[in-house]
């Protein structure tokens, strides 16, 4: 029905920059909150970032003043700029979308995980 893609992870020494990108597609009507998450190994998945369909936005503590969520709601696509790495950003990062979508007959809000990115902060 829907799928989000990211993209954007890898491998960066810390105090570089990352920017991951999460698109959407399928039968969506509308895109609501859209937000970034990670999972570090053998840790709970955690928050990082969330905006609303108008943009107001939701940081975690450890990530404020360094991570910025954008959307761009023409593309259906959600971007994690990351600047000023650090190793304990090492983590799984997964894209979150909250999507009413569905048929002309068939309605439903639901919500969406990708598949997940590797970020990699060396020291």
Not at 34 to 61: C, F, H
Not at 62 to 68: A, E, Q, Y
């Amino acid at each position: 029905q829907v799928q989000l893609v990211e993209s954007g992870g890898g491998l960066v020494q810390a105090g570089g920059s990352l920017r991951l990108a999460c698109a959407a597609s399928g039968r969506i009507f509308v895109i609501h909150t859209m937000g970034w998450y990670r999972q570090a190994p053998g840790k709970q998945r955690e928050l990082v970032a969330t905006i609303t369909r108008t943009s107001s936005t939701n940081y975690a503590d450890s990530v404020k003043g360094r991570f910025t969520i954008s959307r761009d709601n023409a593309k259906n696509t959600v971007y994690l700029q990351m600047n000023s790495l650090k190793p304990e950003d090492t983590a799984v990062y997964y894209c979150n979308a909250e999507v009413t979508g569905g048929t002309s007959w068939s309605v439903s809000l639901n919500s969406y995980w990708g598949q997940g990115t590797q970020v990699t902060v060396f020291s």
